[in-house]
């Protein structure tokens, strides 16, 4: 055993933890730690707090101009990605990732995209890795660590369960590592995992550093080891020694006071952390010069430390405390070991959360049918006489539109689907994306609710997918150019805070698009120049495409202006698109119609729809109308009809701004009333505050000042005392409950019962005992008082603080009593109803004929004088069972024939201070 030890000292190379007599201080030194516990942990300032440098620090050195172009371009990126719905195809990617932290990273949409092409051609490469993977990795075991390392480094003290989860994540790094291995080892050709091996290839797993942790720690026990240093398996040692002599003594003289009669059965136990015997009260005498820790609720049982005893409960003491600061000083090395290795850590579990999203982003293209996307060449490296295609994309289909038909039949392949099932519905159509590479402006028209904003939106999301490193879902080879930036001006972008119109909206995202746009950009842009006047929204998005045509890579846009489509005939970098439509049907059919011009169809989609037939004719004629030479005509027209809608408006407007004005005046009103009822109703509640505050201090002051009194009579009483000052105790405790307890609901005003006079022997409610009910034993006093007995308990009370049980209170000639029960008739058949079960019973007031006392009987006794008192009682009845706590045989054979015996309905302690006696509800 003492050869094994030393051959695991020497794989540490002697570190500090497991030189002899170890202490916290001889650790750190030159920092001496101040321990510290907050919020349940215990942390110290041991570890120092190194300054880690932040992207702020480098957003100082950068100019104005170059800064706010940057931000615009954050924020144009953030918004386009939104748009096009990246997060929510991050969150399908996350149901394949396998570590806690890489499904909060795709669910927050914080996959990494490439910041240039040859960061997401190396993306791309290791999902391709991860597809040919024969199985997954197991990633079980590696945690998210950050928080830990951070508590380390900021000087906390890291528990036993923490310094665990990073002792198992290291290891689990580390099996990942080797599985990777095997595989490439196992594999015909290596190469190809090539990309998830460089991952992990030049990690440093800490090893020594997991190793430690496991030599300290038994994690599956989550305790510190002996053999973590040598004074701390000294400490144990001799704590254990101590123990068993300890306990030696005790069972010795246990079972002498048991010869001699001083206890039922021999009891060695723990009071107040010390270990000690128990006693009869008559037998104390058996231990002379023996410390009394405790005394059982009866007072019939002591709880003695005997006099040899002492020294040696002292010894445990002292080592539990040694035992705890030798832990405490291993856990603050081991947090230092952490705390230095905050580098190396946070890198390898980087590594790791980069190896998991490859393998998700693997396991997710095989679940939608992806194929690998390759990067084309920019327009500059294209030779100008070559046809060739910059975009060249077949059969893909939207991800999120794909993932219900994925759940439906996933089991079959995309590719392999029937095309007539995917037109139906089924999954969604695919589209063949093709732009050449001479081709720089998309214009694409058609009708609504054709696919138009839909094919642009799969064209920027298969970009973003692409530069992530996630597979298209298509067929064959897609190929599509790396875009330094995807900026899209898709929706209404109206604003009443910043008062933009729709135009307004578009015109202004535009300005900052053209502000941060490249040669390498893809921009996207839906209903270009709508909402304003078609002549000037034509003119304006024909100067918009001539600029985005020298500007960007390629820009998609939609339209409706028949005008664009024309560009193609002046610029050969334009291209059409058109999305078809079938008249027969009188339905789209979402496919695109490359180098086509589609008619916007309003008519006929509005007759699909069940247009009104008459105003659908209508409208025919206006277009046949609407013809070149009858422009000036409809124009005329055009403006006085506007002119008399103008005159019209404006009337309406002044009506609006009147009653506007008579709204705001109201509102004004309630708004004050409003923060004046908040402003009282504050004060009520301060005030209500300070007067529970004032009680619960009273309250507090009145039982310290019952403690102090029961443990100055405790020391000067004899054993023959102890019982009557306890229950004295007790029932001061009880009324200072009582009369701080709520019970304001039980109470009516004083004048509700001015005429009604108690008797003796009448059971009343009094305030401060709630809902329990007290005996009248006095009346007639010059004041007005009464005496009342609840318990063993007598106090005098005010007339106006009792109430009788039953409501047929003679009232006065004003009748007040009369009305005041008719307003809370109601509260009080509620209160009725909630407390009918404990009013079925008689009243809980413990008497000498319904009390049966236990203590000092052996079990068999108890047993039968307490089936005796139960045969005893009246039905729907109470019985008071006193049977102390002592050894607690008594207590527990009283407890299950209270269980299991057909006449008892219920039972439940006296009180929660009161554990010597149980209530029995006969029913």
Not at 493 to 510: C, D, K, M, V, Y
């Amino acid at each position: 055993m003492e050869a094994l030890k030393l051959n695991c000292f020497n794989q540490f190379k002697n570190p500090p933890l497991l030189r002899p007599h170890l202490t916290l201080p001889s650790l750190l030194s030159s920092n001496p730690p101040k321990i510290r516990v907050s919020k349940n942990k215990i942390s110290t300032n041991a570890i120092p707090n190194p300054r880690i440098p932040t992207e702020s620090d480098e957003v100082k050195t950068r100019e104005p101009g170059i800064l706010d172009k940057k931000s615009i371009s954050d924020e144009l990126r953030r918004e386009t990605y939104e748009t096009l719905e990246w997060p929510s195809v991050c969150c399908q990617v996350s149901a394949f990732a396998s570590t806690a932290i890489g499904r909060a990273h795709c669910r927050s949409a914080r996959l990494r995209v490439g910041r240039n092409r040859e960061e997401s051609e190396k993306l791309l490469q290791q999902t391709e890795a991860a597809v040919l993977l024969p199985n997954p990795l197991d990633f079980s075991g590696v945690d998210d660590v950050s928080e830990f390392v951070r508590l380390a480094v900021d000087g906390g003290l890291l528990t036993v369960p923490e310094l665990c989860a990073v002792e198992r994540s290291l290891r689990s790094a580390r099996g990942v590592f080797e599985q990777l291995e095997g595989i490439a080892l196992r594999g015909e050709g290596s190469d190809r995992y090539h990309p998830l091996l460089e991952i992990l290839q030049n990690c440093d797993f800490l090893t020594e550093l997991a190793n430690k942790i496991g030599f300290c720690i038994d994690c599956t026990l989550s305790t510190i080891l002996d053999r973590a240093s040598t004074k701390l398996k000294t400490i144990r040692s001799e704590r254990k020694k101590n123990a068993e002599k300890l306990e030696s003594v005790l069972k010795e003289v246990s079972v002498k006071v048991f010869q001699s009669g001083g206890i039922d059965s021999p009891l060695v136990t723990r009071r107040r952390s010390r270990m000690c015997v128990g006693i009869k009260a008559s037998h104390k005498y058996l231990l002379p010069e023996g410390i009394v820790l405790s005394v059982s609720s009866s007072g019939a049982t002591y709880f003695m430390e005997p006099r040899d005893a002492v020294e040696l409960n002292n010894m445990e003491v002292r080592l539990a405390n040694s035992e705890r600061a030798e832990e405490l000083a291993i856990l603050g090395f081991l947090t230092s070991e952490v705390a230095i290795s905050e580098t190396k850590i946070r890198h390898l579990m980087e590594k790791i959360l980069e190896l998991d999203l490859a393998c998700a982003k693997g396991a997710y293209a095989k679940w939608v049918g992806g194929v690998l996307p390759v990067f084309s060449e920019s327009h500059e490296k294209v030779e100008s006489d070559r046809e060739d295609l910059s975009v060249d994309i077949d059969g893909i289909q939207h991800p999120l539109l794909l993932e219900p038909s994925l759940k439906r039949l996933s089991t079959v392949s995309v590719s392999d689907a029937d095309p007539e099932k995917l037109v139906k519905g089924e999954s969604p159509v695919p589209l063949d994306i093709k732009i050449g590479h001479a081709k720089k402006v998309v214009v694409i028209s058609g009708p609504n609710t054709g696919g138009k904003t839909a094919t642009m939106k799969t064209l920027g999301l298969a970009s973003i997918m692409s530069k992530a490193g996630i597979f298209l879902p298509a067929k064959n080879t897609p190929r599509l150019p790396w875009f330094d930036q995807i900026l899209a001006d898709i929706g209404d972008h109206q604003s009443l805070e910043h008062n933009l119109s729709t135009f307004s909206g578009h015109i202004s995202r535009l300005c900052k698009i053209f502000e941060v746009i490249s040669k390498e950009s893809l921009v996207l842009i839906d209903e270009i120049g709508s909402g304003t006047d078609p002549s000037e929204g034509v003119a304006l998005s024909t100067s918009i495409l001539q600029h985005l045509v020298d500007s960007v890579d390629i820009a998609l846009v939609t339209t409706h202006y028949a005008d664009l489509s024309n560009l193609k005939a002046i610029d050969s970098r334009f291209e059409n698109a058109a999305m078809e439509f079938c008249i027969q049907t009188l339905q789209p059919t979402y496919r695109i119609m490359w180098g086509s011009t589609g008619n916007s169809n309003a008519l006929s989609i509005a007759k699909s729809i069940g247009f009104d037939q008459e105003v659908l004719n209508r409208a025919q004629e206006w277009v046949e109308k609407l013809v070149p030479d009858k422009q000036k005509e409809r124009q005329g027209f055009l403006y006085q009809s506007l002119m008399e809608e103008r005159n019209l408006l404006e009337a309406q407007a002044r009506e609006t701004a009147s009653v506007l004005s008579e709204v705001k005046k109201l509102y004004l009103e309630l708004q004050s009333e409003a923060t004046d009822l908040d402003r009282r109703e504050d004060a009520l509640k301060a005030k209500e505050v300070q007067r529970l505050q004032q009680e619960l201090r009273s309250a507090k002051h009145q039982m310290d000042a019952v403690v102090k009194n029961f443990e100055m009579q405790l020391q000067k009483a004899n054993p023959v005392q102890v019982s009557s000052i306890i229950r004295g105790s007790e029932a001061a405790i009880s009324s200072i409950v009582a009369a701080h307890s709520p019970s304001e609901l039980l109470y009516e005003p004083a004048d509700s019962h001015k005429s009604y006079i108690t008797k003796i022997g009448e059971k009343v409610y009094v305030k401060g005992l709630g809902t329990k009910l007290a005996t009248v034993t006095e009346v007639g006093a010059e004041d007005g008082s009464v005496m009342v007995q609840y318990g063993k308990i007598k106090v005098r009370v005010k007339g106006r603080d009792i109430k009788p049980v039953q409501s047929n209170v003679k009232h006065t000639p004003n009748g007040g009593s009369s009305n005041l029960k008719s307003q809370k008739q109601e509260r009080r058949t509620k209160m009725n109803e909630n407390q009918a079960e404990e009013t079925s019973f008689g009243p809980a007031v413990k008497t000498s004929k319904n009390t049966v006392d236990l203590r000092g009987l052996r079990a068999e006794e108890a047993s039968h004088y307490l089936g005796m008192a139960i045969s005893g009682c009246k039905s729907y009845s109470v019985l008071f069972i006193v049977h102390g706590t002592g050894t607690g045989a008594v207590k527990e054979r009283a407890l299950e024939i209270l269980r299991n015996h057909p006449c008892v309905s219920k039972f439940e302690e006296e009180s929660p201070m009161n554990y010597g006696c149980t209530i029995a509800y006969i029913k």
